[in-house]
């Protein structure tokens, strides 16, 4: 009976203390622009677009930009050596579903997280050392792929980034390769 009542107390005490009115504070001073702008700290974008497979990803900046592969599949771009990204695309041949191609790219070693929602997915993890993230699209029978592998001691300021690199990865219907894969 006494847990109960200390129980209920300390329940009511806790309530009490989060419905207790706050003085309200200060609107915050405005925050700065970021500098200098096209930074790892504050990234600027420039769009990548693949008009042969149809896809796009907004690529930071600061990254260079590497020789293609020689199919025209894709682009590396690369951070001095800590980080790497590659945009690519390939078809879906043999075909296969969603499901079995989430299955495939989650059996990598190293796996931390994966999740599938309807024709896209994405993989993260660490391998060698390295963490890596990957966001997929399998569209008109075009697998179109975002991945960074990047050194540990990026992940908390990459984290925004790759954010931005899995959001702005888009397929772009009727191009090229597109239109010919239905």
């Not at 929602?117 to 975002?146: E, H, P």
């Not at 990026?154 to 239905?182: K, Q």
Request: glycine letters at 8%.
């Amino acid at each position: 009976y006494r847990w109960r009542v200390r129980s209920t107390v300390t329940l009511l005490l806790a309530l009490a203390c989060v419905a207790a009115p706050t003085v309200a504070a200060a609107d915050p001073a405005p925050q700065a622009p970021c500098s200098p702008p096209g930074s790892l700290a504050c990234p600027t974008y420039e769009r990548y677009e693949n008009p042969r497979y149809g896809f796009s990803v907004d690529v930071p900046a600061f990254f260079t930009r590497k020789p293609a592969d020689a199919d025209g599949r894709g682009q590396p771009f690369d951070f001095g050596g800590k980080a790497r990204i590659r945009a690519w695309a390939m078809y879906d041949n043999p075909p296969m579903s969603v499901e079995q191609l989430y299955g495939d790219w989650t059996r990598r070693e190293g796996v931390t997280f994966k999740s599938l929602a309807m024709n896209t997915w994405v993989v993260r993890g660490k391998d060698g050392g390295r963490l890596f993230y990957s966001r997929s699209i399998l569209a008109d029978g075009i697998i179109s792929t975002v991945e960074v592998t990047y050194a540990p001691e990026l992940a908390d300021t990459l984290e925004p980034i790759l954010a931005r690199l899995g959001a702005s990865l888009m397929v772009v219907p009727g191009a090229s390769a597109r239109a010919h894969a239905r």
